[in-house]
Nanobody, 124 residues
Framework: QVQLVESGGGLVQAGGSLRLSCSASGRTFSRYVMAWFRQAPGKEREFIAAISWGSGNTYYADSVKGRFTASRDNAKTLHLQMNSLKPGDTAVYYC??????????????????WGQGTQVTVSS
């Protein structure tokens, strides 16, 4: 059974940093794209970052490019380093997995597995 478990969310002041982690288990993810989405109150869930588990190549939404960095390690853990956080980054952050290559892009519709989400709150 595939499980994606996020951790690392919390409350941070604007300009601060947080590092989210996603522990993946239940299968081999070497041919998967791992992604991060977020959903703010009253808004649709949006894609923010993806990383190919096999190659390590990454892709980011414009809203987080240059501030967020996705990475993965050999322990089947995905990370999202978030710097220069803004109040607009407040949302529930989800880890996701999709079988395939980095392109075409990752959307809600083509995700195979989801984590349960972790809350990130950025105060002004």
């Amino acid at each position: 059974q595939v499980q994606l478990v996020e951790s690392g969310g919390g409350l941070v002041q604007a300009g601060g940093s947080l590092r989210l982690s996603c522990s993946a288990s239940g299968r081999t993810f070497s041919r998967y794209v791992m992604a991060w989405f977020r959903q703010a109150p009253g808004k649709e869930r949006e894609f923010i970052a993806a990383i190919s588990w096999g190659s390590g190549n990454t892709y980011y939404a414009d809203s987080v490019k240059g501030r967020f960095t996705a990475s993965r390690d050999n322990a089947k853990t995905l990370h999202l380093q978030m710097n220069s956080l803004k109040p607009g980054d407040t949302a529930v952050y989800y880890c996701a997995a999709r079988f395939g290559s980095l392109l075409p892009g990752t959307t809600e519709r083509n995700v195979d597995y989801w984590g349960q989400g972790t809350q990130v709150t950025v105060s002004s």
